[in-house]
């Protein structure tokens, strides 16, 4: 399907920069729009523009020149007879939003936009749209048609834009926004109209660009299982560096993923932490090099299947930002007196860190299928482990059974 990123003629601009070339974490906007529709599969791409510092964007550039200058905004459009989806210039797009845009199917026309309640990450208080999706081009020309007629006869209370065209297309009242009516993208992908909004992308980008790190928690004992079979099999899928924090002073679980968090601060990005008791799915490495700025939860157990993050700590990626600030957060005295009981008990590092994740309003996200299931159970080295049931604590979306049967059978004689 051909991509047309609508930039408009009314260029607005941010420090002389039209918005939608400005720079965000080394890479322009637009060419930022570009290289990620290029990432899923679309080749013919243009854009709408009538300003000059467009023409080397890598792409054919649509200079029209609206005859009917009441009606920009609609006109920008330019209709075609193929299939097309119209994108606005002016967006900052996460991966996923593209991805949604390019792969969702519609028969006729479909409409992408922002919905409350919002990402924590979003930086607007109102919704925002971000494409419309056209196979019914005839269709489409008809609604284009009857907006403008509708403004003509002061139908609306504003000059129509987006969501006006979203209502005409769907024939539900004019100036009235329904949230349940189109295709919700909700992370942090939002439109930038000013240069405030630059700065709450530009820490986005930077984990973006950043390089993945992974750090395995791992205790003495079970050592001989994170080095002869753990690591062994995240390098077979390609991933060629791996740190492990050995707790080698037998602080417990919970002291010794503190002071690895505090260590977590000189690193830009993020961190996949893994304990010492998991075994990792086929799709690990592919999974766990797309990441963003939240926290994802890459396990999930029968014991704790419910929407929030619950346990967590099997496997999760964390910004490196947040660790540390956990960290900082933990060993202020208000917290040693809070948590004195964990601290005392040697564990409840996921608990801790929940707490501070809920008091921060941190972004997170739980993912499925699992990416690691949790084998305690044939490593041993746990008091808890007798008190456990298998069911409970094995992963609840996991896929990849026969990799735990291939450890079992490796390790029976061990």
């Known amino acids: 399907m051909k991509v047309i990123i609508l930039c408009g003629s009314n260029h607005k601009k941010i420090k002389g920069t039209p918005r939608q070339l400005v720079n ?53 459009f330019y209709p075609t007879d193929e299939p097309t989806t119209y994108i606005f210039g002016d967006v900052f797009f996460s991966p996923e939003a593209i991805e949604t845009i390019v792969k969702t199917p519609t028969d006729c026309v479909e409409f992408f936009g922002s919905a409350p309640p919002f990402d924590s990450r979003y930086p607007k208080t109102w919704a925002e749209p971000f494409a419309f999706k056209v196979v019914d081009t005839d269709y489409f020309k008809q609604c284009i048609a009857n907006v403008k007629e509708l403004k003509s006869q002061g139908a609306f209370k504003r000059d129509p834009i987006a969501w006006e065209m979203w209502q005409v297309a769907k024939n539900t009242p004019i100036n009235h926004i329904y949230y349940g009516n189109y295709t919700v993208i909700n992370d942090y992908t939002c439109d930038i109209d000013e240069e405030k909004d630059i700065a709450a992308f530009e820490e986005i980008a930077r984990c973006e660009n950043s390089q993945v790190r992974y750090l395995i928690h791992a205790t003495p004992k079970r050592m001989w299982y994170v080095e002869n ?85 099997p496997c999760i990626y964390i910004p490196n930002r947040y660790a540390a600030g956990c960290a900082e957060w933990f060993f202020k005295p208000q917290q040693q007196r809070r948590f004195n009981s964990f601290i005392h008990r040697r564990k409840c590092d996921d608990e801790v860190f929940m707490a501070y994740a809920q008091e921060n309003h941190l972004p997170y996200k739980n993912m499925n299928p699992c990416l690691v299931d949790h084998i305690d159970y044939l490593l041993g080295g746990s008091v808890a ?29 061990r």
């Open 24 to 76: 965000i974490g080394g890479e322009r906007l637009l060419d930022r729009t570009i290289r990620l529709l290029k990432q899923y599969g679309v080749t013919d791409i243009a854009i709408t523009a009538t300003d000059e510092a467009f023409n080397d964007c890598g792409v054919p550039v649509i200079n029209y020149q609206s005859v009917d200058k009441a009606n920009t905004w609609v006109n920008c």
């Open 229 to 313: 079979y753990l690591i062994p099999s995240m390098f077979d899928q390609g991933i060629d560096y791996v740190d492990v924090w050995e707790d080698i002073d037998n602080e417990g679980n919970l002291m010794s993923c503190m002071k690895a968090f505090e260590e977590c601060g000189q690193y830009p990005g993020g961190t996949w932490h893994l304990q010492d008791d998991v075994i990792i799915s086929r799709k690990f490495a592919e999974v766990t090099s797309k990441v963003g700025c939240e926290i994802l939860c890459g396990f999930t157990c029968e014991r704790f299947a419910m929407p929030r993050m619950q346990y967590s700590f």
């Open 385 to 413: 482990n007798y008190d456990r049931f298998e069911k409970q604590v094995r992963a609840k979306f996991w896929e990849d059974e026969d990799l735990v049967k291939d450890l079992e059978v490796k390790l029976v004689n």
